[in-house]
């Protein structure tokens, strides 16, 4: 089935669509905001709730502190963002206390990661940041270290040989927990072109060490179930993801059964149905254009209840 246009829906098929879900989760980054704010994704979000559906926001980006994420919400006029926000970092540290992790964490993550990692209590390690000149030198990052019970990888912009060495050298021991937050193998720094993401490094170490990754961010299942589980969802069928990318949020939506909305802040129409096995249920310009068209709905919906109210009397 092709993706259906929204903007293209008139007001009976836009409440038929508005009755398939009960929840919102949406993306951030390229959806509510770039540098700036989008126009409108706020007033979006204003108008989902007033039409009664929940709303929650679901990111890969664990890189943001929590004041960065506070102000870029207000910015965009949305209350309490976020309480109502799910990022891998928070869901590594659940998994890892639900399973009682006792030992230490080898982190190629952000440092935001780190910080809440280390928060819930767990021992991290990291590094090293620079290699040395000879790679005959590198025998040193094959040492083991038997205090080490999981590797993480977690958007480390920073990642380099020797952390990808100790990586592999730790995951050839089978007990030594995997995981793994954003996989965006691509990332939009500029308009108009994707450039390459940490997800990359996390495949190939996966490759060279033999081994899967747990999926704690974007489009990995059990990342979704956590960001419901979090919201206090239990029907993924009533779900609606927004996002921006086709791999991580599609993705996302198809592994957890949500239905999917494409804003095309980093793809074009041709680029969103060329694609080969995942394509949106549907597509809008961007959620500023959608607020107009639901305004619509929200105003129809006013008037039957002010008729309602009129009979009545």
Known sequence: MEPINLMS???????????????????CDGVIWTKKPIPGAGEFFERMQQLGKTVHFVSNNSMRTKQNYEDLFEAANIKQGFEKLTVPSTAIAEYLKSINFNKTVYCVTC????????????TCK???????????????????DENVGAVAFDSDFNVNLPKMYQ???YLARPDVHFISGATDRYVPLKPGSLNLGTGIFTDIVSEEANREPTQL????????EFAMKRAGV???????????????????????????????TNNTPEDMKAHQTLKPDYYADSLGSLVPVFNK????KEETSKKKKTKIK
């Open 9 to 27: 829906m008139n007001t009976s098929e836009l409440k038929v669509f508005l009755d398939t879900f009960d929840h919102v989760f949406s993306d």
């Open 111 to 122: 440092p935001e990661t780190m910080n809440v990692l280390q928060s819930y209590g767990f």
């Open 126 to 144: 990291y590094g090293p940041e620079v290699g040395t000149d000879l790679y005959t030198n590198y025998i040193q990052y094959l040492e083991d």
């Open 167 to 169: 990586a592999i050298t």
């Open 217 to 224: 961010g974007k489009p990995g299942k059990l990342f979704g």
């Open 234 to 264: 239990t029907d993924p069928s009533r779900v609606l993801f927004i996002g921006d990318m086709i791999e991580q949020d599609v993705g996302l939506g198809r592994a957890t059964g949500f239905k999917t909305l494409l804003v095309l």
């Open 297 to 300: 709905v929200n105003n129809a």
